[in-house]
């Protein structure tokens, strides 16, 4: 069973004149997991303007997957402007939760494929490989963004022509980390 939740064009516009026609293609989990492996945490609203004004994405698609309790994460990921791609989540009592989205991604990539002029793909994951290789092959691809500089699939240096293509998330902390906002500072009494 697949989900996807669309937000509204208002939600997708820039401020820029000319119209976007990027599309990003996101691989949550290893995104998510790639960056924490650093000891931070992506701001993921700062990430969708990064994506709309470095690379001009009218669409960020996120593939994850499903988890109730995370209900309220998926509205505010929304509210950010990300095109969220359900898949339902597995369990396992050595590996806990799975939620693999390869297929989705590569899927959603292709089904997208007349609606963008260039790819932005989202991962460290070489399983990819052969999607940024036609995507390549095609003139599509824009960017890789990479989330960990220090854990990724080799096979991604492989799949794109030039190695300016790959951009790492990990090098973007000071610009993407997520900073949790102090509680103003309330003084008793006066």
Same mark, same amino acid.
């Given at each position: 069973?697949?989900?996807?939740?669309?937000?509204?064009?208002?939600? +997708?516009? $820039?401020?820029?004149?000319?119209?976007?026609?990027?599309?990003?293609?996101?691989?949550?989990?290893?995104?998510?997991? =790639?960056?924490?492996?650093?000891? @931070?945490?992506?701001?993921?609203?700062?990430?969708?303007?990064?994506? +709309?004004?470095?690379?001009?994405? !009218?669409? !960020?698609?996120? #593939?994850? =997957?499903?988890?109730?309790?995370? !209900?309220?994460?998926?509205?505010?990921?929304?509210?950010? =402007?990300?095109?969220?791609? #359900?898949?339902?989540?597995?369990?396992?009592?050595?590996?806990?939760?799975?939620?693999?989205?390869?297929?989705?991604?590569?899927?959603? +990539?292709?089904?997208?494929?007349?609606?963008? +002029?260039?790819?932005?793909?989202?991962?460290?994951?070489?399983? #990819?490989?052969?999607?940024?290789?036609?995507? $390549?092959?095609?003139?599509?691809?824009? *960017?890789?963004?990479? %989330?960990?500089?220090?854990?990724?699939? &080799?096979?991604? *240096?492989?799949?794109? %022509?030039?190695?300016? @293509?790959?951009?790492?998330?990990?090098?973007?902390?000071? &610009?993407?980390?997520?900073?949790?906002?102090?509680?103003?500072?309330?003084?008793?009494? !006066?």
């Amino acid at each position: 069973m697949l989900f996807v939740s669309f937000v509204s064009k208002s939600q +997708t516009k $820039c401020t820029m004149h000319k119209p976007l026609e990027n599309y990003a293609f996101i691989d949550s989990q290893n995104l998510n997991l =790639g960056v924490q492996e650093l000891g @931070w945490k992506l701001d993921y609203k700062k990430f969708r303007k990064y994506l +709309t004004e470095k690379y001009g994405v !009218a669409k !960020a698609y996120m #593939f994850l =997957g499903y988890i109730d309790k995370n !209900a309220n994460m998926y509205r505010v990921l929304q509210e950010y =402007g990300y095109i969220l791609v #359900f898949k339902p989540v597995q369990y396992s009592k050595y590996k806990g939760v799975k939620g693999n989205v390869d297929a989705e991604l590569v899927l959603h +990539t292709m089904i997208q494929y007349p609606n963008y +002029t260039k790819a932005v793909i989202v991962t460290g994951d070489g399983d #990819f490989h052969c999607l940024i290789e036609y995507l $390549c092959q095609q003139e599509k691809l824009l *960017r890789v963004l990479i %989330p960990n500089r220090n854990k990724y699939s &080799k096979q991604l *240096r492989t799949a794109v %022509p030039k190695f300016e @293509w790959l951009v790492f998330v990990s090098d973007l902390r000071k &610009k993407l980390e997520y900073m949790k906002q102090k509680a103003p500072d309330i003084k008793s009494g !006066a």
